[in-house]
């Protein structure tokens, strides 16, 4: 839904039903740890989408347009930035993705760390002429060395993996800023 939209609505929609599809399968197991990991993915990603909405109402508020192209307005502009990077994990909004997939088993992990950025990463990716750049650079030059640094000092496998997933959303995010169409 979040991917073929152009209306706002429609993307926070669909950003929403990705993050309640996928809570259940956080909290399959039953235990405390996984309760923890489920609760905190879903204040921070209803957190993320609230931003994501205010940003496109305050866009249609000074513009008057609602199309995810039509992205304008400076201060929109900047939250969406926030937004976004918030839903990936990227620095310094990377705190609860370690701790979420640590809660996690290894396959839901998989897809927490895959198949659920596909559709922050494409609002990134069709928003990308409107986004603020300075900010996006920083935080993406911020989640190369922090999850690399971070990585490093890990023994467990989930956090190591999440740590690798941060550094890697920093290259794509430099890279969209960029180099669009590479990305």
Known sequence: VTISSNHWIMAWAGLEI?????????????????????????????????????????????????????????????????????????????????????????????????????????LLYMTSPSLNPTLLVTMAILSVAMGGWMGLNQTQTRKILAFSSISHLGWMAIITVYSPKLA
């Not at 993915?41 to 909405?53: E, I, K």
């Not at 305050?58 to 307005?73: K, L, Y």
């Not at 310094?92 to 997939?101: G, K, Q, S």
């Not at 640590?102 to 396959?107: R, T, Y």
Request: aromatic share 10%; with cysteine.
């Open 18 to 122: 990705n993050t309640l599809a996928v809570l259940p399968l956080i909290s399959k197991s039953h235990h405390p740890r996984a309760i923890e990991a489920a609760t905190k993915y879903f204040l921070v990603q209803s957190a993320a989408s609230a931003l994501v909405l205010f940003s496109s109402m305050t866009n249609a508020w000074h513009t008057g347009q609602w199309d995810i192209s039509q992205m304008t307005h400076p201060i929109s502009c900047l939250i969406l930035t926030t937004a976004l990077a918030m839903k990936l994990g990227l620095a310094p909004f990377h705190f609860w993705f370690p701790e979420v997939l640590q809660g996690s088993s290894l396959l839901t992990g998989l897809l927490l760390s895959t198949a659920m950025k596909f559709p922050p990463i494409t």
